[in-house]
């Protein structure tokens, strides 16, 4: 991915750099053509989320509707329900 052209928010999203590399993230925010702002609710929550360049992420082709409604709705998102987006769709990497 290049581009945040090919993402969305509310869509599910695997970071393959840093310190996060290999943990699974939904984006809440897209900054511009390079940067978006993912969060978990967990390691990252809404409050702070992780601001993280478009090529350090491979997407899934999943997308929360329940995230992407609140998103456009401007209703508040919250760190329970990104945890449960995640879990509910299996995608949730259990602490060793």
Known sequence: MQSTR???IGQLVKSKAGRDKDRVFIII???DELYVLIADGDLRKVEKPKKKKIKHLSKYNIVSKEIQNR?????KISNLML???IEK????????
């Not at 998103?71 to 209703?75: A, K, R, T």
Request: aromatic letters at 0%.
């Open 83 to 85: 945890r449960r987006e």
């Open 29 to 31: 925010e897209i900054i």
């Open 89 to 96: 769709l299996g995608l949730h990497k259990p602490q060793i």
């Open 71 to 75: 998103h456009s709705g401007h209703q």
């Open 6 to 8: 090919e993402v969305s």
